[in-house]
Nanobody
Framework: QVQLVESGGGLVQPGGSLRLSCAAS????????MGWFRQAPGKEREGVAC????????YYTDSVKGRFTISRDNAKNTLYLQMDSLKPEDTAVYYC?????????????WGQGTQVTVSS
C-alpha cells in the first residue's frame, strides 16, 4: 500500500526557512520521479519541484528557483524540500507526490499535505 506522509510545515516569517519531509512506504522512492506541489486558497495546484529517478536531476518552477531545493535520502526512503528566503506568496498547503513516469507527467499518489504559512 503506497503511503506518503508529509511533515515540517508551520508558520515562518518572510525570509525564513523550513524543511519539509515526506516519508514514503509501500514502494521504493528512488525508482520513481518524485515531486512537491502546492495549493493556495482559491488558486490552482502548482508543481513546485521534481527529482528524477534515473539521474537525480532536479527541476523547479521559476518562482522558487534559487530558493528551494528538492532532495531524497534513499536509505530513509524520504523526500525533502528545503525552502529558504520564503515569501508570503509561498503560503500554501504543500504535498509530496509520486509522478507517473517522468517529471513532466502527472501524479499517481500524494500525501495529505502540510500547511506552510509565511507571515510577519
Amino acid at each position: 500500500q503506497v503511503q506518503l506522509v508529509e511533515s515540517g510545515g508551520g508558520l515562518v516569517q518572510p525570509g525564513g526557512s523550513l524543511r519539509l519531509s515526506c516519508a514514503a512506504s509501500g514502494f521504493t522512492l528512488r525508482y520513481y520521479p518524485m515531486g512537491w506541489f502546492r495549493q493556495a486558497p482559491g488558486k490552482e495546484r502548482e508543481g513546485v519541484a521534481c527529482i528524477s529517478s534515473s539521474d537525480g536531476k532536479t527541476y523547479y518552477t521559476d518562482s522558487v528557483k534559487g530558493r528551494f531545493t528538492i532532495s531524497r535520502d534513499n536509505a530513509k526512503n524520504t523526500l525533502y524540500l528545503q525552502m529558504d528566503s520564503l515569501k508570503p506568496e509561498d503560503t500554501a498547503v504543500y504535498y509530496c507526490a509520486r509522478h507517473r513516469g517522468t517529471c513532466s507527467a502527472g501524479y499517481d499518489y500524494w500525501g495529505q499535505g502540510t500547511q506552510v504559512t509565511v507571515s510577519s
